[in-house]
């Protein structure tokens, strides 16, 4: 519901037969996937789009991915309670930095819609990696209009604000855990 990718992977599903629980089995490597800001004309916003797109009703844009399941093992999730979503997505806003720089493109968008624009991700790493250490905003992203080629480093995660597929986002990137 607050994930920024969707998580990718060869699933196997030939091990769910008979009446066993459910058995989540991936094969090969699973790896994350991350789409345009903005959802493509006459789609709902998904992922990171639900930071930037209709966040006027971002709370029942996000119950909604879940309510609007046909899956029957997800009758549940018709009953998601709004005050938490609202308090989850209150919290990130005030604490995540991954957040605040999607806030900062949403802010951006609103201003100038029909603006191309893309948000990097930045890749910089200077404390030991295996240890989570707070970033700072300057740390995570930056927002550019126009001309990109120049600056980006091979190593970022650049996010446009419409493109009509999805892009593989490396492990390797400090980034990785928290989308």
Known sequence: MFSFTSMGGKVDSSINSGKAPYVFRII?????????????????????????????????????????????????????DIHLIKFVKDFLDRNNELVKSYRMARNHFNDNPNE????????????????????????????IVGDLERIIDHRDIVVESHTDGLQRISELHPSYLAL
């Open 28 to 80: 090969g490597q699973n790896f994350h996937t991350l789409g345009g800001l903005v959802p493509a004309p006459g789609k709902d916003p998904k992922f990171s789009q639900l930071y930037i797109y209709g966040t006027d009703n971002e709370v029942s844009n996000r119950k909604r991915l879940f309510s609007d399941s046909t899956n029957k093992s997800d009758g549940h999730l018709k009953h998601i």
């Open 116 to 143: 191309n624009f893309k948000l990097r991700l930045i890749y910089k790493r200077d404390l030991d990696g295996r240890t989570y250490n707070l970033p700072s905003t300057s740390e995570v992203a930056a927002l």
